[in-house]
Protein backbone atom coordinates (compact mmCIF):
# COMPACT_ATOMS: atom_id res chain seq x y z
CA UNK A 1 0.00 0.00 0.00
CA UNK A 2 1.14 3.71 -1.06
CA UNK A 3 2.27 5.50 2.38
CA UNK A 4 4.07 8.70 3.57
CA UNK A 5 5.33 9.03 6.69
CA UNK A 6 6.16 12.80 8.05
CA UNK A 7 9.10 13.11 11.03
CA UNK A 8 8.58 15.01 13.34
CA UNK A 9 5.40 15.67 14.27
CA UNK A 10 6.21 18.97 15.62
CA UNK A 11 9.69 21.05 15.64
CA UNK A 12 10.10 23.97 17.74
CA UNK A 13 13.33 26.06 16.45
CA UNK A 14 15.07 29.62 17.41
CA UNK A 15 15.46 32.21 14.96
CA UNK A 16 18.85 30.97 12.57
CA UNK A 17 18.60 27.39 13.77
CA UNK A 18 18.74 25.50 10.78
CA UNK A 19 17.31 22.02 10.81
CA UNK A 20 15.20 19.40 8.57
CA UNK A 21 12.10 17.51 8.06
CA UNK A 22 11.87 14.10 7.04
CA UNK A 23 9.36 12.47 4.49
CA UNK A 24 9.62 8.85 4.10
CA UNK A 25 7.26 7.10 1.48
CA UNK A 26 6.44 3.38 0.03
CA UNK A 27 5.30 3.43 -3.48
CA UNK A 28 4.82 1.01 -6.15
CA UNK A 29 6.51 3.96 -8.63
CA UNK A 30 7.63 7.26 -7.90
CA UNK A 31 6.34 9.97 -10.30
CA UNK A 32 6.33 13.19 -8.16
CA UNK A 33 6.71 14.11 -4.37
CA UNK A 34 5.58 17.76 -3.44
CA UNK A 35 5.94 19.62 -0.82
CA UNK A 36 3.20 22.19 0.61
CA UNK A 37 3.57 24.67 3.27
CA UNK A 38 0.17 24.95 5.13
CA UNK A 39 -0.58 28.04 7.39
CA UNK A 40 -3.45 27.56 10.22
CA UNK A 41 -6.55 28.37 8.57
CA UNK A 42 -5.58 28.32 4.89
CA UNK A 43 -5.39 25.74 2.24
CA UNK A 44 -1.96 23.91 1.21
CA UNK A 45 0.52 26.52 -0.70
CA UNK A 46 2.50 24.36 -3.48
CA UNK A 47 6.18 24.76 -3.00
CA UNK A 48 8.22 22.19 -4.57
CA UNK A 49 8.10 19.05 -6.87
CA UNK A 50 11.29 16.58 -6.82
CA UNK A 51 10.94 13.56 -9.64
CA UNK A 52 13.83 11.74 -9.52
CA UNK A 53 16.42 10.49 -7.25
CA UNK A 54 19.51 12.90 -6.70
CA UNK A 55 17.23 16.14 -7.44
CA UNK A 56 17.11 19.03 -5.60
CA UNK A 57 14.77 22.51 -5.34
CA UNK A 58 15.76 25.74 -3.51
CA UNK A 59 13.34 28.50 -2.69
CA UNK A 60 14.54 31.37 0.22
CA UNK A 61 15.92 29.44 3.16
CA UNK A 62 14.06 26.06 1.87
CA UNK A 63 15.99 23.19 0.33
CA UNK A 64 13.61 20.19 -0.75
CA UNK A 65 15.71 16.78 -1.22
CA UNK A 66 14.73 13.15 -2.73
CA UNK A 67 16.23 9.84 -2.40
CA UNK A 68 14.52 6.53 -3.37
CA UNK A 69 13.35 6.09 0.11
CA UNK A 70 13.00 9.85 1.08
CA UNK A 71 13.16 13.62 0.93
CA UNK A 72 13.92 16.16 3.53
CA UNK A 73 13.54 19.41 3.43
CA UNK A 74 16.07 21.73 4.86
CA UNK A 75 15.69 24.84 6.23
CA UNK A 76 18.76 26.97 6.98
CA UNK A 77 18.51 30.13 8.94
CA UNK A 78 14.50 30.20 9.99
CA UNK A 79 12.58 33.24 10.39
CA UNK A 80 9.56 33.20 12.43
CA UNK A 81 7.97 33.74 9.15
CA UNK A 82 8.26 30.57 8.50
CA UNK A 83 6.23 28.73 11.00
CA UNK A 84 3.35 27.07 9.26
CA UNK A 85 2.63 23.40 8.91
CA UNK A 86 5.02 21.66 6.10
CA UNK A 87 3.27 18.83 4.05
CA UNK A 88 4.45 16.00 2.20
CA UNK A 89 2.90 14.30 -0.75
CA UNK A 90 3.32 11.69 -3.36
CA UNK A 91 1.76 10.68 -6.52
CA UNK A 92 2.34 7.35 -8.21
CA UNK A 93 2.36 5.45 -11.15
CA UNK A 94 -0.36 3.04 -11.98
CA UNK A 95 0.12 -0.66 -12.58
CA UNK A 96 -0.51 0.13 -16.99
CA UNK A 97 2.07 2.64 -17.00
CA UNK A 98 -0.54 5.70 -16.80
CA UNK A 99 -0.89 7.66 -13.33
CA UNK A 100 -3.98 8.88 -11.10
CA UNK A 101 -2.44 12.40 -10.67
CA UNK A 102 -4.36 11.45 -6.99
CA UNK A 103 -1.90 12.68 -4.43
CA UNK A 104 -1.14 10.52 -1.00
CA UNK A 105 -0.48 13.40 2.04
CA UNK A 106 1.59 12.67 5.04
CA UNK A 107 0.20 13.84 8.24
CA UNK A 108 2.65 17.02 8.57
CA UNK A 109 5.24 18.78 10.55
CA UNK A 110 4.19 21.63 12.66
CA UNK A 111 7.14 23.95 12.62
CA UNK A 112 7.57 27.21 14.77
CA UNK A 113 10.33 29.13 14.58
CA UNK A 114 10.60 31.56 17.78
CA UNK A 115 12.42 34.84 17.85
CA UNK B 1 -6.51 35.25 -11.50
CA UNK B 2 -7.85 34.42 -8.70
CA UNK B 3 -6.69 30.54 -9.01
CA UNK B 4 -8.89 27.99 -6.26
CA UNK B 5 -12.10 30.01 -4.63
CA UNK B 6 -14.33 28.11 -2.33
CA UNK B 7 -17.98 29.52 -0.68
CA UNK B 8 -18.51 29.71 1.97
CA UNK B 9 -15.88 29.56 3.75
CA UNK B 10 -17.83 28.63 7.09
CA UNK B 11 -21.08 26.53 8.02
CA UNK B 12 -22.72 25.30 10.44
CA UNK B 13 -24.99 22.23 9.54
CA UNK B 14 -27.82 19.95 11.49
CA UNK B 15 -27.65 16.36 11.21
CA UNK B 16 -29.64 15.07 8.44
CA UNK B 17 -29.28 18.21 6.67
CA UNK B 18 -27.75 18.73 3.06
CA UNK B 19 -25.52 21.51 1.35
CA UNK B 20 -23.49 21.91 -1.27
CA UNK B 21 -19.84 23.08 -1.28
CA UNK B 22 -18.75 25.30 -4.02
CA UNK B 23 -15.59 25.31 -5.62
CA UNK B 24 -14.10 27.42 -9.28
CA UNK B 25 -10.82 27.75 -10.59
CA UNK B 26 -10.13 30.16 -13.77
CA UNK B 27 -6.63 28.77 -14.41
CA UNK B 28 -8.29 26.51 -17.14
CA UNK B 29 -6.90 23.23 -15.30
CA UNK B 30 -8.62 19.60 -16.39
CA UNK B 31 -8.20 18.30 -12.84
CA UNK B 32 -10.07 18.92 -10.18
CA UNK B 33 -10.55 17.63 -6.50
CA UNK B 34 -12.27 17.50 -3.03
CA UNK B 35 -10.18 16.77 -0.04
CA UNK B 36 -11.36 16.57 3.71
CA UNK B 37 -8.57 17.45 6.26
CA UNK B 38 -9.42 16.17 9.93
CA UNK B 39 -6.74 16.95 12.99
CA UNK B 40 -4.09 14.38 12.86
CA UNK B 41 -5.21 12.21 9.64
CA UNK B 42 -3.62 14.17 6.50
CA UNK B 43 -5.68 15.43 3.84
CA UNK B 44 -7.84 12.30 2.46
CA UNK B 45 -9.24 12.47 -1.54
CA UNK B 46 -12.60 12.35 -1.54
CA UNK B 47 -13.93 12.97 -5.55
CA UNK B 48 -11.63 13.90 -8.26
CA UNK B 49 -12.83 14.59 -11.82
CA UNK B 50 -10.13 14.90 -15.18
CA UNK B 51 -12.61 17.04 -17.11
CA UNK B 52 -15.90 18.26 -17.75
CA UNK B 53 -18.47 15.39 -17.23
CA UNK B 54 -16.07 12.79 -15.83
CA UNK B 55 -15.59 12.20 -12.44
CA UNK B 56 -14.29 9.42 -9.96
CA UNK B 57 -14.62 7.98 -6.51
CA UNK B 58 -11.28 8.76 -4.04
CA UNK B 59 -10.46 7.58 -1.08
CA UNK B 60 -13.61 8.38 1.16
CA UNK B 61 -16.38 8.90 -0.97
CA UNK B 62 -19.83 7.72 1.02
CA UNK B 63 -21.78 10.44 1.94
CA UNK B 64 -20.94 12.56 -0.89
CA UNK B 65 -21.25 13.28 -4.36
CA UNK B 66 -19.99 15.78 -6.99
CA UNK B 67 -21.19 16.88 -10.86
CA UNK B 68 -18.83 18.40 -13.21
CA UNK B 69 -20.58 20.71 -16.21
CA UNK B 70 -18.04 23.11 -16.69
CA UNK B 71 -14.01 23.54 -16.52
CA UNK B 72 -14.37 26.16 -14.11
CA UNK B 73 -16.89 24.35 -11.74
CA UNK B 74 -16.72 21.28 -9.06
CA UNK B 75 -19.57 21.50 -6.59
CA UNK B 76 -19.40 18.65 -3.71
CA UNK B 77 -22.94 17.98 -2.40
CA UNK B 78 -23.73 16.69 1.53
CA UNK B 79 -26.65 14.41 1.75
CA UNK B 80 -27.88 14.11 5.28
CA UNK B 81 -25.06 15.34 7.18
CA UNK B 82 -23.77 13.33 9.82
CA UNK B 83 -21.35 14.32 12.75
CA UNK B 84 -18.60 12.53 11.13
CA UNK B 85 -18.83 14.73 8.52
CA UNK B 86 -17.50 17.47 10.42
CA UNK B 87 -14.15 18.63 8.99
CA UNK B 88 -12.20 21.56 6.84
CA UNK B 89 -13.17 20.90 2.82
CA UNK B 90 -10.53 21.45 0.31
CA UNK B 91 -10.81 22.20 -3.48
CA UNK B 92 -7.95 21.92 -6.05
CA UNK B 93 -7.24 21.74 -9.58
CA UNK B 94 -3.84 20.62 -11.72
CA UNK B 95 -3.02 20.44 -15.29
CA UNK B 96 -2.18 17.17 -16.16
CA UNK B 97 -0.33 18.07 -19.51
CA UNK B 98 2.39 19.92 -18.52
CA UNK B 99 2.67 19.41 -14.19
CA UNK B 100 1.06 17.71 -11.45
CA UNK B 101 1.05 20.04 -8.80
CA UNK B 102 -2.00 20.48 -7.47
CA UNK B 103 -3.61 23.98 -6.40
CA UNK B 104 -5.65 24.66 -3.55
CA UNK B 105 -8.45 26.72 -1.95
CA UNK B 106 -8.84 28.31 1.14
CA UNK B 107 -10.60 25.52 2.80
CA UNK B 108 -14.60 25.38 4.17
CA UNK B 109 -14.77 24.63 7.94
CA UNK B 110 -17.98 22.39 8.12
CA UNK B 111 -19.20 21.68 11.41
CA UNK B 112 -22.49 19.12 11.77
CA UNK B 113 -24.36 19.15 14.86
Known amino acids: EDQVTQSPEALRLQEGESSSLNCSYT??????LFWYRQDPGKGPEFLFT???AGEEKEKERLKATLTKKESFLHITAPKPEDSATYLC????????????????FGTGTLLAVQP | NAGVTQTPKFRILKIGQSMTLQCAQDMNHNYMYWYRQDPGMGLKLIYYSVGAGITDKGEVPNGYNVSRSTTEDFPLRLELAAPSQTSVYFC????????????FGPGTRLTVT
Open chain 1, 50 to 52: LYS
Open chain 1, 27 to 32: VSGLRG
Open chain 2, 92 to 103: ASSYSKTSYEQY
Open chain 1, 89 to 104: AVQAWVNYGGATNKLI
